[in-house]
C-alpha cells in the first residue's frame, strides 16, 4: 500500500496520455501529426519549456465535449489512486479551451462529471482551481473569470500558471481582488522559472495561500524565513524540474535544503504524462536520488494533507492526518 498523500499541483490537461490523445482523437475525428502512440510518445521527449508548451497547446485539440474531459479527470484519478493519493486539488486552464471554442460550461461540467464521482469510484475528494495563463492579457484573465461565474459552486479557488519570466504577478492584481471577493482560494506559480520577487509579489499583491514551485525563494534568505514563519506551502514537483531543466539533475534538487530550511513542503506531479511521473512516482524518486528517510517522506505526505483546501471539512482532514501517522514503510 503506498503512503497516502494530497496532490495539490495537478494540472488535469497535463494527465493526457499518448493512449488517450489517440482514442479521443479518433472519437472527434480530430487528425494528429503522429502516426501513432509511439510516436507520439516519442515527442513527449522533449527538451525545453517550448517545445513541451507546442506539445501541450497542440494535444489539447482532441478534447472537444464533456465526455472528453470526463474520461481525462477519470484516468488520471485511477493512476492517482494507485499511488495513494486521497486528496487531489485539480488546475484546469479554460483559456486554452475557450479559444478553441469550447465552453467554459463544458470544460466545469465534464470534468464535474469524473470529480463529482470520485470518492465513491476512486477513494478521493477533489477540489477544482481554476488557473488563469499568466502568458494572456489581465482583461482576458478578468473575461475567464467572468465566464466562470456561473459554475462557482464547483471552483475552490485560482491559480496563476504558464511561462512566468516577463508576466509579473502584479498583472493580475485585480483579478484576484475579484476572485477573492467572490470567496475564491488564491494560489499561484511563482519563483520557477521566476525571480523570488515574483514570490513576495504573489504573496502581498495577489494574496495566494500556497505558492506552486516557488524553489528560488532559496536564492533569499529572507524570504525562505518569510515563509516558514508563515506557514506558507510550496507545491514542489520535483521530476517536472528535471524535464524542464529548472533543475540539472534530480541529485540537484533542492528539496532535502528546504526541509532543513523548515519550510512547508510538499512533492506534486505537476503535468504527469509529460514529465514522467504521477504523485508516487515523484515520491518514489526524491526518496531514491535524495535519500530522503522515512521520516521526512511522512512529514512530505502531512505537508500535504495540511496545505489542502479542507478548512470546510476539519474531520476529513483529521483522518487523512490519522493515516499518514499509522502508516508503516514496506
Ligand atoms: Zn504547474
Redesign the pocket.
Known amino acids: 500500500m503506498p503512503l497516502p498523500k494530497a496532490e495539490l499541483?495537478l494540472?488535469v490537461e497535463?494527465t493526457l496520455e499518448p493512449e488517450l490523445a489517440f482514442e479521443l482523437a479518433a472519437r472527434n475525428g480530430v487528425k494528429l501529426p503522429y502516426a501513432d502512440t509511439d510516436e507520439l510518445r516519442e515527442a513527449y521527449r522533449f527538451q525545453d519549456l517550448q517545445s513541451f508548451l507546442n506539445l501541450y497547446y497542440e494535444l489539447m485539440a482532441v478534447l472537444r465535449t464533456e465526455q472528453d474531459f470526463e474520461d481525462l479527470a477519470n484516468a488520471y484519478l485511477a493512476r492517482a489512486a494507485a499511488q495513494g493519493v486521497r486528496h487531489a486539488e485539480i488546475?484546469f486552464d479554460p483559456q486554452a479551451h475557450l479559444s478553441r471554442g469550447v465552453e467554459m460550461g463544458t470544460v466545469v461540467e465534464g470534468l464535474w462529471r469524473a470529480l463529482g464521482r470520485s470518492e465513491e469510484g476512486h477513494g478521493i475528494s477533489t477540489r477544482l482551481i481554476l488557473c488563469f495563463l499568466r502568458d494572456e492579457s489581465a482583461e482576458s484573465a478578468m473575461e475567464t473569470l467572468q465566464a466562470a461565474r456561473p459554475y462557482l459552486d464547483r471552483i475552490t479557488g485560482v491559480g496563476l500558471?504558464s511561462a512566468e519570466v516577463g508576466h509579473p504577478p502584479v498583472k493580475f492584481r485585480e483579478v484576484y481582488e475579484a476572485a477573492a471577493a467572490l470567496g475564491l482560494r488564491r494560489v499561484a506559480?511563482a519563483g520557477?522559472e521566476g525571480p523570488p520577487q515574483y514570490i513576495t509579489e504573489a504573496l502581498d499583491v495577489l494574496g495566494v495561500e500556497r505558492v506552486?514551485?516557488g524553489l528560488r525563494c532559496m536564492e533569499d534568505p529572507e524570504l525562505v524565513a518569510r515563509l516558514v514563519r508563515e506557514r506558507i506551502p510550496l507545491t514542489l514537483?520535483p521530476l517536472?524540474n528535471v524535464r524542464l531543466r529548472t533543475v540539472d539533475t534530480l541529485a540537484d534538487h533542492p528539496l532535502p535544503a528546504m526541509l532543513d530550511a523548515g519550510l512547508l513542503c510538499t512533492v506534486n506531479s505537476?503535468?504527469p504524462a509529460y514529465f514522467g511521473g504521477y504523485a508516487g512516482d515523484n515520491f518514489d524518486a526524491v526518496q531514491r536520488t535524495l535519500g530522503l528517510t522515512e521520516e521526512r517522506l511522512r512529514e512530505l505526505a502531512r505537508n500535504s494533507f495540511l496545505a489542502a483546501f479542507l478548512d470546510d471539512d476539519e474531520e476529513r482532514r483529521q483522518r487523512y492526518l490519522a493515516e499518514v501517522e499509522a502508516y508503516t514503510f514496506p
Open positions: 499541483h494540472h497535463g488546475f500558471d506559480h520557477e506552486d514551485h514537483c517536472s505537476d503535468d
